[in-house]
């Protein structure tokens, strides 16, 4: 029997062994089935130290980045102010696109809360013009999305 097969075989009978007694044993392959459907898995979250201050979603309050990480408070995102991060965790990136910006032309790519999927700003793939060269591979998260968590007087 091939790996696949025997996947969905012992998955049967781990069903058929938890199932009532009243239950009968079609119903039990159906709902077997129906659960392997509906498991959704899970990403793992990344937590950044305690004794560091650090920014969080606003939404879900899942650990963004770590202040030591900040490199700007001078931007403007979509909704309003915005700072410049080198790194960023717990974050998604959807496909780069090009977009004309307030410094020019840049490929950008939206970055989005991998916890509650809410887009936060984008992270800059490719700067076009020399002078914003330095953006290359950092990310920008907007004020309205964000907290400051730990650590702050």
Not at 53 to 61: G, K, L, P, V
Not at 73 to 94: D, P, T, W
Request: hydrophobic share 35%; net charge positive; charged share 25%.
């Amino acid at each position: 029997m091939g790996a696949a097969g025997w996947g969905a075989d012992r998955r049967r009978r781990v069903w058929q062994s938890r199932s009532s007694s009243s239950v009968s044993p079609e119903l039990s392959e159906e709902r077997a089935a129906d659960m392997v459907k509906m498991t959704k898995s899970k990403t793992f979250q990344a937590y950044l130290p305690n004794c560091h201050r650090t920014y969080s979603c606003i939404h879900c309050r899942a650990h963004l980045a770590n202040h030591d990480e900040l490199i700007s408070k001078s931007f403007q995102g979509s909704q309003g102010r915005a700072y410049l991060f080198n790194s960023v965790v717990n974050v998604g990136c959807g496909p780069a696109e090009e977009r004309v910006l307030l410094t020019g032309l840049h490929a950008v790519a939206d970055i989005y809360c991998e916890n509650c999927k809410t887009t936060l700003g984008w992270k800059y793939e490719h700067a076009f013009e020399s002078s914003q060269k330095y953006k290359e591979g950092k990310f920008i998260i907007e004020l309205a999305h964000m907290i400051k968590d730990n650590g702050w007087e």
